[in-house]
């Protein structure tokens, strides 16, 4: 199959001509390949290849070690009768059926067929155990949480801080909830708690450093992490979402209620009038929808009389028996309304009876009387009715809509309660009641609808007014012309109104309630769904609903009435005396014409009443021979209606005046007959024009037509209509027709009864997709038992079924949901004969596919729903032979036939998939899942290994073909819905299995016996290696969401050896994640998705078999999994809420190709059918992209990966290999083994597919169960392409931090990994203690992981059992934790154990403190030859924590003194560990005793010595302390603080590594003051140092200079005071051990390290230029070492660096700092006192600010403003004059001083500003001792050029002053250096590249007009009038000065115009003006020198 070529378009109908040609033709009319025939030839694949399920699983029930492994009794127990067949009655609606007793013969087949299924139970089959899936909800929730409590951590300080912060930001409203405590008391009781433990002691606990056996330990570790632990993925935020919303599958059964209706329950409880109530009147109500111009309710009949004057009535029958109607609206709108009709007893003319009503406000008492009278006379003696008014109300009125929502039912009104004007509820409650002017106040019709603008519904409405009714207009459409009047003008001109109103009370219903007594609308006793406990005293109607819109459900319940409607009547001709004007008709139905006056049929619904009588009699207008009927007559039609059945209308004519007195006249007369047969040709006619009869035979009246006189020549005088309300009989001709022609389908039927069947299938498609709904169920009964008949009538029966499929589709959405609800609970058929449904759709099915004329597209769609057809008929017919159980006798259930086409259909389908993988996207998907789906069903009832079979060739058919992203993901789908089988575990056979010999065998090894894990991990493998992120993200949700569901299914997780072999199943991905440990471009969120699967494994996978693979895996791949460790450490540490919603949010913007396709989701979600309104994809991508761009500028981005990253090599040599990118060639295809040949390599592959929350959500429809279709459809192939190219990423939901959730997990994380470190150290305990040759490398990733453990922020919960763990391995492996390869490690842990002794948890800090003592008891007695460096390493570490940013020692201090006490105790109890050696060469100690002379003792004298040099050890400790607590004095005076360091580093010039620990620590403290530059200079000055170290102790390291620190020169000259330290350090005799510390600390590794620290830092502090310098000792470096990486990295780094030095130059915006000179005078300061320093201060420092800073920083420490004094004046200080109490600061700027040959060299700003060491200030003075004057020709200038110790930048950023030297210049000289000055800031800015004209226009200003500064022309004046006084050079000089003045305002005005807009010319022109009168003035000024100077001049030359 691989072979056949894509598809790339959709296909279209096949001609039969292209058949033999194997061509499809599609819709454009390009040419394609059809379904090969090979495909049907072709078998599934080698059954030998596949897991033999069934023989496994009994060798392993059988096996002898099966009762040693209990877990194997709980996971191999094979499910007994998984699959269940259940038959349940339906919820019906009413109590009882409502299918009446059909005679056996005389009914229709169809007939038969409808009741059959009305009466039969629901047939599900379902697996029995699905309820075992763990479910998302509480439920699944391990109960522990609720009461789980937040651990505490060790930086809760910094965590508490950062959200302190976060919540201070949020809005109010968007805060997070308060923490334990807020972040001001944290501070309090920490400054409280500090206070107390001052002076305290810890109390010794000295069991922590007892000897005990180390298995001992192991053990009790081991039993105390195993206590109280978590599952990993309860803890784990987001993983409820991978479990499953709900169990069920299966389709729920069909609804007889619309969910999407509302009901109302209608009661009328008041209608008065005016006039007064004393004659009874009958009400009806319905409902109409003015929008369709419909009726959508039958009439509702009630009456509100009173018994009396219902006592009164002649015939008691007509009065209606229900006042409360339960009305059902499908189809809410505003434009329903309520239409009111009254009717009353007849009287006469209906104007006359009305006009008192009407005019009731004059009538006077005796006219009153009179009506009354002749009312009751009416009311005792007429049975008849006529109409009074009807009402048309929009409920509520615009009256009512002012009223207050009503929450409560109202209650009848009581008379003392109109004036309080309020109502009592039902339940007591006063509300208000309904205003007066409602009854008062006419509002026309009315202009609110029953429902409103937001179909909202009041509880009480009043109708009114009530019209009058005309003869002419009581027809519906005479109605509607008044209703839409109405609605325009709220006015209605063509009725009086009259004084009445009614009040009704309105509740609406859940659709799903059902009052108590309700009647149905056939009178059937509805089930009452109700919560209350009192019926309501009237029972309830339920109004039939006549929807505006057919409902698209089928029909499920008997309903068979007809509603007639007598529209009019014409009696105008009818001959004879009897002048018919009055006139009632009475209906009847007969079943035959012997008798004419025969009672007929009891079938006619009484009006109102709650039973059938057989007549109905219409209401009468008085005085028409025409009249007009608004009657609605319902009628129960019998099931067994045949031609025979008529309706018989008999016309009277009522006399409505009473007799003569003493003449009896008769109330009726007869006026004429009509007959209508309603069922003609088997259909009930809609509409007939009747003729009448003046009179028909007694007997035989139809047949005897002869006998028959009609009126007016038998015209149609009589004109009636019916509506037909029906779940058995259809008006509709299309299905009128298939009904017809349904007869009983029989096995070996004869061929007339197959034409019948074949014909009645055939007439289907032709009906309308509503009516094949209502009947859905029966017609599919009917197709299936067809479709099994027999061959022929298969594939006819087929295809119809085709065309169902299509045309229910096409007319609604929701057509999955209702062919799944037949399968899923009506379908009840097993064979017919011997064919079995299953067999024949597996058949037709697949040829369908293959040979269908007509599109596939949907028979596809709907594959879904052949299958589950498929597993039903399968299931049926096992349970009809049955054999559903036992379950051993499954393997040869069915026939090889079947199988074979079963398999057939599976490579079919498979193929399409790949098809529509190109332009049916959803549909593809939605096969897959039903796939998946149909595999898991058919595990419970066939032989796994055939299922099996099946699977396999589906994934090696999709990964055979072409590596297509979309198909990719259709695996992953498949896979991730065969997860969610119940028994997924069990069909994997969990059993462990040994891991073989060679681990490349692993997979293949795993597959034989856990076949689909295996299967699944095959292709995560391939795949986690993608191009594609997204594919590497789904490859990964698939593998985490079955741990999910496994880690929250209560069948694995009660018992360890359960979660053991469950967890077994996945071993092989411990195995592919090593292979690619770390994936550089994923973000935090979606390294944690994929890290948690490899701690799943970690936990729950037996550390037997990780024991097993550790043993046979490779160096470099062992490397690889400490680095996965290392990396999980890192990823689930507990940061706090604000770290942790940032990183939550890196990457939230994931790329995916489910989000990918969320546009073209859309696209489909109107379906495939012509009636969609389209919009090509282009524009919906478009309109789509715009509404993103909204939110993200890049939106639109490269979805390929860079391919610029690479990991860094192991330590081992792996190389690194860059991550693919994209151009990347495509991933290849998979091999039989994906994992054969991996391990022979110990190469690292770098990507690991890390997964993000899958939050991609199916786009089934609603109702269609996982894997059935939603509305799904095609788009061409290369636009998908080209869409899935743009790489629109779509952002993801944020996530809420659970700090109790996400703290535990952090702790159950680590404990992980602690107990996976133990259990790897007891693997190779052996090698690992005794230091075997070849485990460096493995001992240093232990020692990485350890220190990872210390580094991280842990719970004070996790603390203990690490300290445990570490003790442990201190007293088991002392060689390799003490061995020279490890010292650069062992310093750090030193470190860290220092750091966990500075806390104030008293546990943590006693743990750590026994650490620290068992490691300095330990190495001295095990390996004393190291024990120095031990010390040596133990003093690099504190001084790094005091360099740190260490709050207080009095916790450190406090441990030191328990040392001390340990040490003491020791000397007394000390015995050697169960593990310790003997005093013999071999056992990790010296045998010579020159070690133990070293250290100060004897043999015999170990335990003296030991407590000697401990001591001695913590007296330096203490000392270092001190110093600390020295610099802490200085707290907030940062030059103090750096002084102090650097001179605590340049003490240990006998310790290069001491030193570099306390630069270390200057570097640190510079960067948090950001004094970048000094920073920079700790790491050169490190640099020199281990240069010159590495140069002096002879290692030839290739690229290091051999010159040393001279070498670093160039950079810094202060670097040169290393090599004074080097000389140093070399005339000291140093101890070997502190040697060796040195030597493993200062390396190569470690000067490459401080130059990059140097670099960064100089580029911080904008020293670009020293940076290039820095990187000339860098590069050779790197070339020598080729690397060349680093090199192109630090190429492109110098290419940044000259831009960044360009910009600076061109804009002149670098500042690189300030400088100032202070002294310090008085005994206050100390040692400072008579010092002066120059302060280099950060970038533009103000005076005022260093003044400010300086003074507020001494007069704190001096005591207040008084102590302290600042001198202002620049003069030098006279000591003795100054008070002594007082303290003096004098501050002065100075700026750097260069000379002649200097200022030639320094050309740049940074040269002039790096590298400097002198200075300069001027001080003003006059002679007579002023220090300034007006008079320029007196003002005298000094100059103090000072020189300091070192170069700035330095390691301190204050230098102290060497030397100084004065220059005095006269007022000639200062004032010719001030017009230099002037001139070379006008140059400088008039030939700047990119002139600033807001810098140039001041300084012009400032120089040219008079009035701002007349400082040159006052020079020029002042010196020029009396040149005679001065030097004629200096005068020369003066005037070439002012003259280059001149020049240069020249040049700077004419830039200036060349700048400047339009709209500043008039400035110019000023500037101009000012320029010509300066350069006026001063050439006036200087003509008398210049002319003679010239004769002066002229006299020489003459002379000469």
């Not at 008691?316 to 006042?323: D, E, Q």
């Not at 001179?1543 to 570097?1563: D, Q």
């Not at 750097?1792 to 200022?1799: E, I, L, T, V």
Request: aromatic fraction near 8%.
């Amino acid at each position: 199959m691989s072979k056949l070529p894509p598809a790339k378009k959709s296909w279209s109908l096949r001609r039969k001509d292209q058949r033999e040609s194997g061509e499809f033709e599609s819709v454009d009319g390009e040419r394609l390949q059809r379904i090969p025939d090979e495909l049907f030839n072709k078998s599934v694949g080698s059954e030998s290849e596949i897991m033999e399920f069934e023989k496994l699983l009994a060798a392993a029930k059988n096996d002898k070690n099966a009762e040693a492994d209990p877990a194997r009794a709980v996971l191999l127990k094979q499910p007994e009768e998984d699959v269940v067949v259940r038959r349940v009655a339906p919820e019906r609606k009413t109590v009882k059926s409502a299918v009446p007793k059909l005679p056996k013969k005389g009914i229709k087949e169809h007939i038969r067929l409808c009741c059959r299924f009305y009466t039969s139970d629901l047939v599900q089959v379902d697996r029995l155990h699905k309820n075992l899936i763990p479910l998302r909800g509480n439920n699944a929730k391990d109960p522990r949480l609720a009461s789980l409590r937040r651990s505490e951590f060790l930086r809760d300080e910094q965590t508490n801080a950062e959200d302190k912060e976060l919540a201070d930001a949020a809005p109010a409203d968007a805060k997070p909830k308060p923490r334990r405590r807020n972040f001001a008391e944290f501070e309090e009781s920490k400054r409280r708690r500090l206070t107390s433990v001052i002076g305290v002691d810890d109390p010794v606990n000295s069991k922590l450093i007892e000897a005990h056996d180390p298995k001992i330990m192991d053990q009790e570790n081991l039993a105390l992490r195993r206590d109280k632990r978590f599952n990993l993925f309860q803890l784990f935020q987001g993983a409820e979402t991978y479990l499953s919303e709900s169990i069920t599958t299966l389709h729920p059964p069909y609804q007889e209620t619309n969910p999407r209706a509302r009901r109302i329950l209608l009661e009328p409880f008041d209608l008065s009038f005016q006039l007064g109530t004393f004659e009874p009147f009958f009400c009806g109500i319905a409902l109409y929808d003015l929008a369709n111009k419909k009726k959508i309710s039958e009439t509702h009949h009630f009456q509100l009389n009173s018994q009396e004057v219902l006592d009164a009535l002649y015939d008691p029958t007509i009065v209606p028996a229900f006042k409360f109607g339960l009305f059902t609206i499908s189809n809410p709108n505003p434009n329903i309304y309520i239409v009111l009709r009254i009717e009353k007893i007849l009287q006469g003319d209906i104007d006359a009876v009305a006009e008192p009503y009407v005019k009731c406000d004059g009538i006077k008492p005796k006219d009153l009387q009179k009506v009354q009278d002749l009312s009751e006379d009416s009311v005792r003696r007429v049975p008849y009715t006529q109409p009074f008014a009807e009402e048309d109300r929009q409920s509520p009125s615009s009256a009512m809509s002012k009223l207050p929502p009503a929450k409560k039912s109202w209650s009848l009104r009581r008379k003392d309660q109109r004036e309080s004007g309020e109502f009592e509820s039902v339940d007591g409650e006063r509300l208000q009641r309904i205003p007066d002017e409602l009854f008062n106040k006419s509002v026309g019709w009315g202009t609110v609808p029953l429902f409103g603008e937001d179909l909202e519904l009041l509880e009480v409405a009043s109708i009114k007014p009530i019209f009058k009714v005309k003869s002419t207009e009581l027809d519906d459409e005479s109605l509607f012309a008044i209703l839409a009047e109405y609605s325009k003008t709220g006015t209605t001109k063509r009725m009086k109104s009259i004084p009445a109103a009614l009040a009704l009370r309105m509740k609406e219903l859940p659709v799903d309630k059902v009052p108590k007594n309700t009647l149905d609308p056939s009178f059937n006793l509805l089930r009452a769904i109700d919560d209350q406990d009192e019926a309501p005293v009237i029972p309830i109607m339920e109004v039939q609903e006549f929807p505006s819109k057919p409902r698209l459900a089928p029909n499920l319940s008997y309903v068979n009435n007809m509603y007639l409607y007598l529209e009019n009547l014409n009696l105008s001709n009818r001959p004879g005396a009897l002048a018919a004007r009055n006139i009632a008709v009475e209906v009847r139905l007969l079943e035959n014409d012997l008798d004419l006056n025969a009672p007929g049929l009891n079938v006619f619904y009484g009006k109102g009443r709650n039973e059938f009588v057989n007549k109905y009699t219409s209401t009468v207008t008085y005085h028409s021979k025409a009249p007009q009927f608004y009657d609605e007559i319902k009628i129960a039609l019998p099931p067994n209606l045949n031609a025979d059945h008529h309706l018989l209308f008999i016309f009277y004519h009522i006399n409505v005046q009473p007799g003569k007195r003493g003449q009896q006249q008769q109330m009726q007369q007869n006026a004429g007959y009509a007959v209508w047969h309603i069922l003609q040709n088997d259909r009930i006619i809609t509409k007939e024009n009747l003729p009448v009869a003046f009179q028909l035979p007694e007997t035989e009246y139809i047949s005897n037509e002869a006998a028959i006189k009609y009126i007016d020549s038998k015209k149609p005088l009589f004109q009636v209509r019916t509506k037909l309300v029906s779940t058995i009989y259809s008006q509709d001709a299309p299905l009128y027709n298939v009904m017809k022609r349904i007869k009983d389908v029989k096995e070996n039927a004869d061929a007339r009864a197959t034409d019948l069947h074949a014909k009645a299938v055939l007439a289907i498609p032709k009906v309308h997709p509503i009516r094949i709904v209502q009947y859905l169920p029966v017609l599919l009964n009917y197709i299936f038992r067809v479709m099994c008949s027999n061959e022929a009538s298969g594939k006819k029966s087929f295809e119809v079924l085709h065309d169902v499929l299509q045309s229910v589709h096409d007319e609604t959405s929701d057509a999955a949901n209702l062919f799944g609800s037949y399968v899923d609970n009506i379908l009840d058929l097993v064979n017919v004969g011997d064919k079995y449904l299953h067999q024949v759709i597996c058949k037709q099915y697949m040829l369908a596919i293959r040979d269908s004329e007509k599109d596939s597209e949907i028979i596809l769609k709907f594959c879904w729903f052949f299958l589950r057809i498929i597993f039903k008929s399968m299931v049926l017919k096992l349970a009809s032979e049955k054999q559903l159980s036992p379950v051993a006798t499954r393997k040869n259930r069915y026939q090889d036939d079947f199988v074979k086409d079963l398999k057939g259909l599976v490579v079919i389908l498979t193929w399409e998939i790949h098809q529509r993988s190109r332009s049916a996207l959803t549909l593809g998907k939605d096969m897959t899942k039903a796939l998946a789906n149909f595999f898991c069903d058919l595990f419970a009832i066939m032989d796994p290994g055939i299922v099996f079979s099946m699977i396999d060739r589906y994934i090696r058919e999709i990964s055979g073909m072409e590596d297509d992203l979309t198909l990719v993901e259709y695996k992953f789908e498949f896979f991730k819905t065969l997860g969610d089988y119940e028994h997924f575990v069990f069909v994997n056979l969990p059993i462990q299995i040994p891991v073989p010999s060679s681990l490349s065998d692993t997979n293949s090894h795993w597959r034989r016996h856990h076949f689909i894990t295996s299967l699944l991990l095959e292709q995560v493998n391939h795949y986690t290696s993608h191009t594609a992120k997204a594919i590497q993200i789904k490859s990964m949700a698939s593998i985490r969401k079955l741990f999910v569901s496994h880690d929250f299914d209560h069948r694995y997780v009660s018992d360890q050896t359960v979660q053991q072999n469950v967890s077994s199943l996945y071993f092989p991905l411990l195995l592919i994640m090593v292979d690619h440990p770390v994936k550089l471009d994923f973000v935090f969120r979606e390294n944690r998705d994929y890290l948690i699967c490899f701690l799943f494994l970690l936990k729950n996978v037996s550390p037997s078999l990780l024991a097993q693979w550790w043993s046979k895996e490779t160096k470099s791949r062992l490397y690889n999994f400490f680095e996965i460790l290392y990396t999980c450490i890192n990823t689930f540490e507990f940061i706090g809420r604000k770290q942790w919603l940032q990183k939550m949010e890196e990457g939230s913007e994931v790329e995916s190709s489910d989000q990918t396709k969320a546009m073209l989701e859309s696209f489909y979600s109107e379906g495939f059918g012509p009636k969609r309104s389209y919009r090509s994809f282009r524009e919906q991508r478009n309109l789509r992209q715009s509404s993103m761009n909204a939110f993200d500028p890049n939106v639109v981005a490269n979805s390929s990966p860079s391919s610029s990253s690479s990991s860094s090599a192991s330590s081992s040599g792996s190389s690194a290999i860059p991550v693919p990118g994209p151009s990347a060639s495509p991933a290849p295809s998979p091999a039989p083994s994906p994992l054969a040949g991996r391990f022979r390599s110990e190469s690292i592959d770098i990507t690991a597919a890390d997964l993000p929350h899958d939050t991609s959500s199916s786009s089934s429809s609603a109702g269609a169960p996982k894997g059935h279709p939603g509305s799904g459809g095609t788009l061409n192939g290369s636009e998908f392409r080209r869409f899935k190219k743009q790489g629109a990423r779509i952002p993801q939901p944020a996530m809420e931090f659970n700090e109790v959730q996400e703290s535990q997990l952090s702790v159950e994380v680590n404990l992980i990994i602690l107990d996976t470190l133990e259990n790897f150290l007891q693997t190779f305990h052996g090698s690992i203690q005794s230091a075997k040759k070849g485990t460096e490398g493995l001992t240093q990733k232990i020692m990485l992981l350890i220190l990872h453990f210390m580094k991280s922020n842990q719970s004070y919960v996790f603390l203990p059992h690490l300290f445990n763990s570490l003790r442990s391995f201190v007293v088991k492996f002392p060689r390799t934790l003490f061995g020279n390869s490890n010292a650069e490690a062992l310093g750090e842990l030193c470190y860290l154990i220092l750091q966990h002794c500075n806390v104030e948890d008293l546990t943590n800090r006693s743990n750590a403190g026994a650490l620290l003592f068992l490691l300095m008891r330990e190495n001295y007695f095990q390996m004393p030859s190291t024990f120095h460096r031990l010390t040596v390493l133990i003093t690099i570490a504190l001084s790094k924590l005091v360099g740190s940013k260490m709050e207080t020692e009095v916790y450190v201090r406090r441990v030191l003194t328990t040392l001390s006490r340990l040490t003491q105790l020791h000397a007394v109890n000390w015995k050697p560990t169960p593990q310790s050696p003997s005093r013999s060469p071999g056992n990790g100690r010296s045998s010579s005793s020159s070690t133990l002379e070293v250290l100060g003792g004897s043999e015999g004298e170990d335990s003296k010595g030991f407590v000697v040099h401990v001591t001695r050890l913590i007296e330096r400790l203490n000392t270092i302390l001190c110093n600390s607590a020295r610099a802490s004095k200085f707290e907030g005076d940062n030059e103090m603080t750096i002084d102090l360091i650097h001179r605590i580093a340049k003490g240990y010039t006998n310790a290069p590594s001491l030193r570099v620990t306390w630069l270390e620590n200057l570097a640190d403290f510079h960067v948090q003051k950001k004094n970048y530059a000094e920073a920079a200079m700790c790491h050169i000055h490190i640099a020199a140092m281990v240069t010159q170290f590495l140069v002096d102790s002879g290692s030839k390291v290739r690229g290091v200079p051999q010159e040393g620190c001279k070498a670093f020169a160039i950079v810094s000259p202060n670097s040169l005071e290393e090599l004074a330290i080097s000389e140093a350090q070399s005339s000291i005799a140093t101890d070997e051990s502190v040697a060796s510390v040195d030597q493993s600390t200062i390396t190569a590794e470690k000067l490459i390290l401080h130059i990059t620290l140097a670099l960064e830092e100089l580029k911080k502090a904008d020293l670009y230029e020293a940076s290039n310098l820095l990187y000339k000792l860098l590069l050779p470096i790197y070339e020598a070492k080729r690397e060349y990486e680093k090199l192109l990295q630090s190429h492109e780094d110098l290419r940044q660096i000259f831009e960044e030095v360009q910009r600076t130059i061109k804009q002149q915006s670098r500042m690189l700092g300030s400088y100032y000179r202070v002294g310090f005078y008085g005994a206050k300061f100390e040692d400072l006192a008579g010092k002066e320093f120059i302060y280099k201060e950060p970038k533009i420092t103000t005076l005022w600010e260093i003044k400010e800073r300086l003074k507020t920083l001494y007069e704190d420490r001096f005591g207040g403003p008084s102590s302290l004094e600042i001198i202002s004046s620049s003069k030098p200080v006279d000591v003795a004059s100054l008070d002594t109490r007082l303290a003096y600061i004098q501050i002065t700027s100075v700026d750097p001083y260069f000379d002649d040959s200097d200022r030639d060299e320094r050309v740049t700003y940074f040269e002039q500003h790096y590298n400097i060491n002198r200075f300069v200030f001027e001080t003003p003075f006059t002679i007579d001792g002023r220090t300034q004057t007006d008079d320029i020709a007196e003002q005298y200038k000094r100059k103090t050029i000072i020189t300091v110790e070192h170069f700035f930048p330095y390691l301190t950023t204050r230098l102290p002053v060497v030397s100084r030297q004065e220059i005095e210049l006269t007022p000639l000289l200062n004032a010719i250096e001030a017009i230099n000055s002037r001139i070379v800031v006008i140059h400088n800015e008039t030939i700047c590249d990119d002139p600033n004209l807001k810098k140039l226009q001041p300084l012009l200003q400032g120089s040219v007009r008079l009035q701002v500064n007349a400082g040159p022309v006052a020079i020029c004046r002042t010196f020029f009038e009396h040149y005679e006084k001065y030097p004629l050079e200096q005068m020369e000089e003066l005037r070439k000065g002012l003259n280059g003045f001149l020049e240069a305002c020249r040049q700077g005005l004419k830039l200036h115009e060349s700048l400047i807009s339009h709209d500043m010319l008039q400035f110019h022109q000023e500037l101009m003006q000012g320029y010509r009168e300066v350069k006026t003035q001063m050439r006036d000024a200087m003509r008398a020198f210049t002319l003679q100077n010239k004769k002066e001049k002229k006299s020489k030359r003459k002379h000469h």
